[in-house]
């Protein structure tokens, strides 16, 4: 059927008037059941957040300008905040910057489409403009001062901060309000080695290890209680021991709850993850790329030092990639990098060990080769930071030479062995270079320390083993093995702990060696503990050979002490023989005289041999059973994690 035509009246029904009508009826129903008059405004327009935003801008300029009409210690008036809108500086400087030196963070700019939805917190990443001094806190009975908590929140920023720039509450009010204990965290990181009181350092201690446990148990994470567990697995507590290091579960924690909130998308509050009770998390892309890229760098080495197959990070890292593209990022993309490359190559590892026992010799040369080739792409950037975590990652894949499978021939293992040694010595060197430079050792992580106790133990062993190499004086050796302890010792917060125990042991077995065989180098018995496993086979070596050296230290003491007092005796008979005539047996003052001892030699009274110092009386013979859980002289080692 064709279509009907409209009538007139339907066409003078859809008349401009009648539409006109219509309109402001439906529009002006609240005001016709208010009865009262309406007027419609036709230029009226809806005020967005932008203009908003703008009119704020305008109204605090206004202000600024009443109260301070010369300017705020002479400087210009026409100063405004920060918009997001505009471009943030450029941070190309950061790059010539030394690792030691921290440098402002240059957060990547949003979209004014982000702009426009974002809560404020995520519009301003910048600190705001402090209104006063900083407030002091008190920790139970120790309270830190304002001035004291900035020059620790500087301190940190300055020495520690470049290692892991992931801090957004730069501001010590700010950040104690986000987040208390992110706060006390970062005042400890400062205090292990600039504190001003040490009373105050342990009570920090004392606070963390029971607060953090407790604050990790919410199932709803926030960023910054994932930035404290972050540091503290960076930088532990120093009460922590080589199995018992709480850094393993601390970082499985983090990695979970992070991606909970959809950190590992890239992408500053996910829809998609900010949901029920994390709808109130608020934080940018770049915060989001930055904590997850951290999150992995730490997650890939811990699982390297405790010995257990590593996690997985292989995930899509375009948007994180793109939300860090300011080149302040440069060290933390490339260190991302460099534990990526070495995920794949634990994994490859684990899966052999877990198969065959242990990879081939052939296998391990062809990762290091490809790492050889690759790692101008991966380091980016040329720092102290990413040179020495460089020579630490090519020391992690050679130290599975020494657990390959021997099908090689002997000389191709004794190259192996020393290409391991090389890498150790020249990290070893590197980092006492740098510390003495720019204190690189002092404000280094734990996971460099664990590194360096690797390299420690190869450098030792093998100057003291039958594969030693053939160009090394003995007082090369003994100065290189010196420098081995010494790096350890370096590493040290204070008395007792992980680093100073480890660099004891080290340095006497090394006083020691000449009481003991030499060491036969070989594939050693903990290819199960893949990365960690090195350095457990050479302190089992190091246990055994201390025991063995105590047991001959005292049978060759008890011989020379007994030997001395058969002499002494002898030697008091024999002047009593040569002595003149008493009167009633008791002698006369010339005979007493005479007999006085004139010599050291000729002792009138026998004393047991006066022994130099003990080699072993700074061993804590404990750590054994305690870090270890070695039990006797057969090396088993129990309890392991």
Not at 315 to 331: G, I, M, Y
Not at 339 to 344: C, G
């Given at each position: 059927m064709a279509r009907t035509p409209p009538s007139a009246d339907a066409a003078s029904s859809a008349s401009p008037h009648s539409e006109d009508r219509t309109r402001r009826n439906v529009a002006c129903v609240n005001c016709r059941n208010s009865k009262i008059s309406c007027v419609v405004d036709k230029f009226h327009k809806r005020i967005t957040k932008r203009s908003k935003l703008e009119q704020l801008e305008q109204e605090l300029r206004s202000i600024k300008q009443v109260v301070h009409p010369n300017g705020i210690n002479g400087a210009d008036t026409n100063w405004t905040p920060p918009s997001p809108r505009l471009a943030y500086p450029n941070s190309s400087e950061n790059q010539s910057r030394p690792f030691t030196q921290a440098t402002p963070q240059a957060p990547t700019p949003l979209s004014e489409a982000a702009v426009a939805a974002a809560a404020p917190s995520a519009r301003l990443p910048e600190q705001r403009p402090k209104s006063g001094p900083t407030q002091a806190r008190m920790l139970g009975e120790h309270m830190a001062s304002g001035e004291d908590i900035d020059w620790y929140f500087n301190k940190f920023l300055q020495c520690f901060h470049p290692a892991l720039p992931i801090l957004q509450k730069r501001d010590p009010d700010e950040c104690y309000e986000a987040s208390p204990i992110l706060f006390w965290v970062v005042l400890y990181v400062t205090c292990r080695r600039y504190t001003k009181d040490r009373v105050f350092f342990r009570a920090l201690v004392n606070f963390i290890e029971k607060d953090i446990a407790q604050t990790l148990i919410d199932p709803v994470m926030t960023l910054e209680t994932a930035h404290a567990a972050l540091f503290l697995c960076a930088w532990p507590l120093p009460v922590i021991r080589l199995l018992t290091d709480s850094s393993t579960t601390y970082i499985s924690i983090v990695m979970t709850g992070i991606m909970m909130l959809g950190a590992h998308t890239g992408r500053g509050s996910h829809k998609q993850f900010c949901i029920g009770t994390r709808k109130g998390s608020v934080f940018s892309a770049e915060e989001a790329a930055s904590t997850w890229m951290a999150c992995c760098i730490?997650?890939?080495?811990?699982?390297?030092?405790?010995?257990?197959?590593?996690?997985?990070?292989?995930?899509?890292?375009?948007?994180?990639?793109?939300?860090?593209?300011?080149?302040?990022?440069?060290?933390?993309?490339?260190?991302?990098?460099?534990?990526?490359?070495?995920?794949?190559?634990?994994?490859?590892?684990?899966?052999?060990?877990?198969?065959?026992?242990?990879?081939?010799?052939?296998?391990v040369a062809r990762w290091e080769q490809e790492f050889e080739t690759l790692r101008p792409a991966i380091i980016q950037s040329n720092t102290d930071l990413t040179h020495v975590l460089s020579l630490t990652a090519l020391l992690e894949i050679q130290t599975f030479y020494f657990s390959a499978n021997p099908e090689a021939p002997p000389h191709v293992q004794r190259i192996n062995y020393l290409r391991a040694f090389n890498t150790s010595r020249s990290l070893i060197s590197t980092v006492l270079e740098y510390e003495s430079r720019s204190k690189f050792l002092t404000h280094a992580t734990n996971q460099i320390f664990r590194s360096l106790i690797d390299a420690a133990c190869i450098v030792t062993a093998i100057l003291y083993s039958t594969s030693a190499p053939p160009d090394v004086s003995p007082n090369d050796a003994n100065l290189l093995a010196q420098h081995a302890a010494a790096a350890l010792h370096r590493c040290s917060v204070e008395e007792s702990d992980l680093p100073h125990r480890i660099g004891v042991i080290v340095e006497t077995f090394w006083n020691v060696r000449h009481l003991i065989p030499r060491i036969e180098i070989g594939p050693r018995s903990w290819s199960q503990r893949l990365g960690v496993g090195t350095s457990f086979w050479c302190l089992e070596l190091f246990k055994k050979g201390l025991r063995a050296a105590q047991k001959n230290s005292e049978t060759a003491a008890a011989a020379n002490r007994a030997d001395e007092l058969i002499h002494a005796h002898m030697r008091t008979r024999h002047s009593n023989a040569k002595s003149p005539a008493n009167e009633n047996g008791v002698p006369t003052d010339d005979t007493a005289m005479q007999t006085a001892p004139t010599s050291v030699g000729q002792p009138s009274v026998l004393h047991p041999m006066t022994m130099g110092p003990d080699p072993f009386q700074e061993i804590d013979w404990t750590m054994f059973t305690d870090d270890f859980g070695w039990i006797g002289d057969d090396g088993v080692l129990l309890g392991l994690p």
């Open positions: 730490l997650a890939q080495k811990i699982s390297t030092t405790s010995g257990h197959p590593p996690p997985s990070i292989q995930h899509d890292d375009t948007q994180c990639r793109a939300s860090l593209e300011s080149p302040f990022w440069t060290d933390l993309i490339s260190m991302f990098d460099l534990y990526r490359f070495l995920n794949r190559f634990h994994t490859a590892m684990s899966v052999h060990a877990s198969t065959q026992g242990q990879a081939t010799s052939a296998e």
